[in-house]
């Protein structure tokens, strides 16, 4: 069930999917854009017990501003005993993060569905 969504910034929106709050990275993820993200995803990411799905499906450039905001996200998440799932399937943004070591950390899924189906104990709640 979906609920309410909104875009805070072009570069990301703002909805709620099957108890989480999925977080959707859009357009070009650079220095400037993760500016303008930041104050919002602290917002989402440093609630207690937090639910949250990182989801990169819209993005169409990433760079490593982009690499720390999701770890920002991950250690905000995870500093508050909450959940945090990553969504991507496309192959630069993949291998940047395999290559960075972010993908062992927060491992990605190529669809919502499959990372919310990720149990608990499979999620990013170790690894720290």
Known sequence: MRQK???PTRHLRVRHHRGHTVLEFRGEIDIASAAEIVPH??????????????DLGGIEFFDCSGLRLLYRARSQVLDQGGQ??????????????????????????????EALDVSPSAGARTGR
């Open 41 to 54: 995803l602290d917002r989402e990411t440093a609630r207690p017990g937090a639910r949250v799905v990182l």
């Open 5 to 7: 969504s909104g875009s």
């Open 84 to 113: 945090v799932h990553l969504v991507c399937a496309h192959p630069l943004t993949l291998r940047m993060l395999r290559i960075t070591g972010l993908a062992r950390l927060l491992p990605p899924r190529p669809t919502l569905d």
